[in-house]
């Protein structure tokens, strides 16, 4: 049986998660949806600028954000003028979570964008549509299921992120710990029995996540063949 602050934690987590991959849809379907139709000179190089944070350490990345967003740094500085602060808030959390996940987001999204036939485009736009009109009736909808994997991937690793976090939000307990962070407190705390429990509550709440929208796409791809 699940403690009150253990539903704290999960609830803080999912909301956190949630909060940091539609923080990231926008950005991201714009950006995959570039890199499916630019194949000009420095396509590549945008490329790898984009997918760093799959191979860069999550503690790297941490720190160039802490630099950043200190009050000493650049955007930090900005920020502080405006009177927002989001080192070791739930802020820094999001921000932590939406770069880490960034490119799983990105990523199977481009390649969905890629399948579309450009003839069906073309057909579209000498009907009299305009590009954002085509781009919401047409090219979304048919990549709808490189959007629900990107976003599930980017929901799932957000969930899981923990190197980037605790540089620049801490650990700090009903504010900014989530499930990865509350699982490393507990064992390093010698509470093996509770950060058993989290770990085993964060494999069901991923479990969960595949196995709903494995559903989904297996019951719209009967509809599409029906």
Known sequence: MLTGEELSILSLSLRIAAASTI??????????WLLSRWSGPGR?????????????????????????????????????GLGVEVVFTWRAVVLASATMSFPLLVRPLRAAFEEIEPRLIAV??????????????ITLPMSWRGLVTGALLAFSRALGEFGATILIAGNIPGRTQTLALAIFQRAEAGHNVEALRLSGLTVLVAFGLMWTTELITTRRTRRLRT
Do not use: H, M, N, W
């Open 23 to 32: 923080a990231i849809l926008p950005v991201g379907i714009l950006a995959a």
């Open 44 to 80: 590549g190089l945008l490329e790898t600028v984009l997918s760093l944070p799959l191979v860069l350490p999550p503690t790297a990345v941490g720190l160039l954000l802490l630099q950043l967003l200190a009050k000493s740094g650049p955007i930090g500085l900005a920020l502080d």
């Open 124 to 137: 579209a736009r000498t009907l009299g549509r305009g590009p954002l009109d085509v781009f919401v009736r």
